[in-house]
């Protein structure tokens, strides 16, 4: 109720515009009600049945036309903004960002940023329009940011496209909003909308990702990440791993938050992230790796915070 875009201005319009016709129904029908209930109540001194009477011809065209009316005046309310929020192309020189739902995070990828890929944290320029292919690599899945616009299906094998516009910049929340397993609702997602210079910023450090691991530590914990398994699911830019299972962990740190933006994103939580992901998260598909000295589990977690 709070929109934050054209799309969703758009959509609330159209909530609000049926909300005062009902409203206008209530009343009317209420009034009629409790005139009904006074005039023709039974009086004391009534003993027959009053006239009964069916088969009104003018009311029977009344109550059948005035309703088809009001709903066919939604009905073009509704079809116009349908079509104004969805459909491929769906805007003429937006920024297309592929959105592809997994069991229970989100990967974007943007083909003419040089196919850069990151997870659960949209990153959006404001004022600017964004169009989303959705799609599903698994289950369905629900896209849903309140604030920017209304949701929409991830479909395997189809994309589904719709748009949206940030007014200004800021964090908008959103969640996967059709129930696609036991990790559903940890299934989050967060736009980014920032400045145009911030977001090229961002996209000069996604097309150029530094892993340089330092410490004795992080550079143990980068030969584990190879030889324990992460790498088979993960792809880390700026180094050979290239899991394309999991989610894409380049400029990790840049994250507010990790496992489908449930957890703010902290050393302590990557610690017990990577030693049992599904203690954390019911249902997380990452493996549980609790049987990692805690020592090795320390090493990753430096690693993993020396991805930039
Ligand atoms: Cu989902």
């Known amino acids: 109720m709070d929109p934050a875009g054209p799309v969703a201005r758009g959509q609330l319009g159209l909530i609000e515009s049926s909300f005062w016709i009902m409203v206008e129904i209530f009343i009317v029908v209420s009034a009629v009600l409790v005139v009904a209930l006074i005039r023709f109540r039974a009086r004391s001194d009534q003993k027959d049945l009053p006239p009964q009477v069916h088969g009104d011809n003018r009311l029977e065209f009344l109550w059948t036309i005035v309703p088809a009316l009001l709903l066919a005046l939604l009905a073009v309310g509704t079809v116009k903004e349908s079509f104004a929020d969805t459909g491929s192309p769906v805007v003429k020189h937006a920024l297309l960002v592929n959105v592809t739902g997994h069991q229970f995070w989100w990967a974007f990828q943007y083909p003419s ?3 850069l890929v990151t997870a659960n944290e949209l990153h959006v320029p404001v004022g600017e329009k964004i169009e989303l292919g959705l799609t599903s690599a ?3 899945h629900s896209f849903w940011v309140p604030r920017l616009g209304g949701k929409t299906d991830l ?3 189809k994309t589904n496209y719709i748009w949206f516009e940030a007014d200004k910049p800021g964090i908008y929340y959103g969640q996967c909003a059709e129930f696609c ?5 940890d299934m989050r997602l967060i736009v980014d909308a920032q400045t145009p210079a911030k977001f090229n910023q961002w996209v000069k450090t996604m097309e150029n990702p530094v ?3 330092t410490s004795a530590l992080a ?4 030969k584990l990440f190879g030889t324990v398994g992460c790498s088979t699911c993960h792809t880390v830019g700026g180094t050979s ?3 394309a299972v999991g989610p894409n962990l380049t400029d990790l740190t840049g994250r507010l938050m990790i496992a489908g933006n449930t957890f703010p994103n902290t050393p302590q939580n990557l610690y017990k992230w990577v030693h049992d992901a599904p203690a954390m998260k019911p249902g997380a598909l990452m493996p549980n790796f609790d049987y990692l000295p805690p020592h090795d589990v320390k090493a990753l977690v430096a690693f993993l915070e020396s991805l930039r």
């Open 155 to 157: 479909v395997p094998g």
């Open 211 to 213: 892993s340089t691991p």
């Open 113 to 115: 940023l040089d196919n």
């Open 181 to 185: 397993g036991t990790g559903h609702a």
């Open 219 to 222: 550079k143990e914990g980068e």
């Open 241 to 243: 791993f290239a899991g």
């Open 138 to 140: 698994d289950v369905l």
